[in-house]
């Protein structure tokens, strides 16, 4: 779909559907990760392997520095040839604004004479004031024993599945800087501190609307947290290919003790930490300038995000999260909406009205079925808006969020009649009627689209 950047940047999801599948864990390799035997500093006599208790032992000490801050101490466990990955780590997770940040052993998981010993790590983080509750970013890690017996960390990956959260900013191996708003936090890289900071209002800005009027943005949160990567690094670490360009992490609510155990169950609910791709965002606003409500394609992000749910096995209706999503980063944008608009009008002039309300096309490789899909669904989000009212559309969307349309059909029904007044038959009739009309631009929106 065209328009501003948050329909151009939503577009990089179109590849993978929005598909409702983690990060990729295995996607940043390190300095060291080889399988390769003898790293310099490791021992030499072809033993690599250390016992249970001694990465046990090894992570505690590495866990007392990070909370006190000595990075040499951090450091006297790392193999030589993983000291500047992990420096950068240890600066990076210091620099970030997080109110709790622990490593814990999930429990060591192999060993072999040739690789070392290979251990589940979980660093427990909460942002302040954008993180809810604690969530946990999970690595694989591999010891070694140096000669004299002692474990060094040889290699750094994330852990391979869904919902470990790996990359952050923090292991790209760069130093970080982090910006201020009123009511958003932005990691950037040092490097590009320069470009992230002219970003810096309309980020906040759109970050402001989306709290105050998104009961699932705003839950627990008194700002959000932005990760800045640049384009090529959005695609190289797989963040393009998850949920709202979002990494999703377990959430770790109790306190986790320091021996080793495991640290989430399978259904543990889930949180968004969000990532914007820094070269597009710079694009969007040399292109169009400031949006009136913000940055667009925040505010897309931190809709998907609020609404996906912490619950990974729900299906809510097919239409809520990309139709809300849409709605929501043009809303407050005359140009951008009406450009959605215009297209909207196209599509049905061609397919004629909807015999449906919207749905996923069965084949993931239909882009053509899920533009199709996405016009629809924003299509039917401007509808319910323009009809039933703003507050109504955002609390039917919210409560469609908790429900599972193969399961839960009855309560579906009921949260439309609920929130618009309607059933589901009834809201399509109006739904097809209104799409035959075609939307007139006022005058406001005809002057931002020639100017």
Excluded at 56 to 75: I, P, T
Excluded at 362 to 381: H, I, K, M, N, T
Aim: aromatic share 8%.
């Amino acid at each position: 779909m065209g328009g501003r950047g948050g329909g151009r940047a939503a577009g990089v999801v179109l590849v993978a559907v929005l598909g409702l599948t983690g990060c990729d864990g295995g996607v940043l390799s390190t300095k060291g990760s080889s399988a390769e035997p003898g790293p310099s500093g490791v021992s030499e006599d072809g033993d690599l392997e250390v016992s249970d208790e001694q990465v046990d032992e090894a992570l505690l000490a590495m866990d007392d520095a990070l909370q006190s801050g000595d990075v040499e101490a951090y450091l006297a466990f790392v193999g030589p040839e993983l000291q500047d990955q992990q420096r950068a780590w240890f600066d990076g997770v210091r620099t970030a604004p997080l109110e709790m940040r622990e490593l814990r052993l999930d429990g060591v998981v192999s060993r072999t004479p040739s690789e070392g010993t290979v251990a589940h790590v979980g660093l427990r983080h909460q942002f302040t004031g954008a993180d809810p509750v604690p969530v946990l970013q999970q690595y694989r890690w591999v010891f070694a024993a140096a000669d004299d017996g002692a474990p060094l960390l040889v290699a750094s990956d994330g852990r391979n599945g869904e919902f470990f959260g790996h990359p952050q900013l923090w292991d790209l191996g760069e130093e970080l800087v982090v910006l201020t708003g009123h009511s958003v936090q932005v990691l950037a890289q040092q490097s590009r501190a320069g470009d992230a900071e002219s970003l810096l209002d309309p980020l906040d800005r759109a970050a402001e609307a989306s709290l105050a009027t998104l009961p699932p943005v705003a839950e627990g949160r008194e700002r959000l947290v932005v990760q800045m990567v640049p384009g090529e690094t959005v695609i190289e670490h797989g963040w393009s290919q998850s949920p709202g360009s979002a990494s999703m992490l377990k959430v770790s609510p109790d306190p986790l003790p320091r021996e080793p155990g495991r640290l989430t169950g399978f259904r543990t609910p889930v949180q968004s930490h969000l990532f914007l791709d820094l070269d597009l965002a710079l694009d969007d606003l040399q292109e169009y300038g400031q949006s009136p409500g913000g940055q667009t394609e925040l505010r897309y992000f931190a809709a998907y995000a609020g609404l996906w749910g912490e619950d990974p096995d729900t299906w809510p209706e097919d239409w809520v999260l990309e139709g809300m999503a849409y709605w929501w980063s043009s809303v407050d944008d005359p140009a951008y909406s009406a450009g959605f608009l215009s297209e909207v009008g196209d599509h049905f002039a061609v397919t004629g009205p909807p015999t449906a309300l919207p749905a996923l096309p069965r084949d993931p490789d239909d882009l053509d079925g899920f533009e199709s899909y996405v016009q629809e669904s924003v299509a039917l989000a401007y509808y319910v808006e323009e009809t039933y009212g703003q507050e109504a559309l955002i609390d039917l969307a919210g409560r469609l969020t908790d429900l599972d349309q193969r399961h839960d059909e009855d309560q579906i029904e009921q949260a439309y009649r609920d929130t618009i007044g309607v059933g589901r038959d009834e809201l399509l009739d109006g739904f097809a009627r209104w799409t035959q009309t075609s939307p007139a631009l006022d005058v406001e929106a005809q002057q931002s689209l020639s100017g």
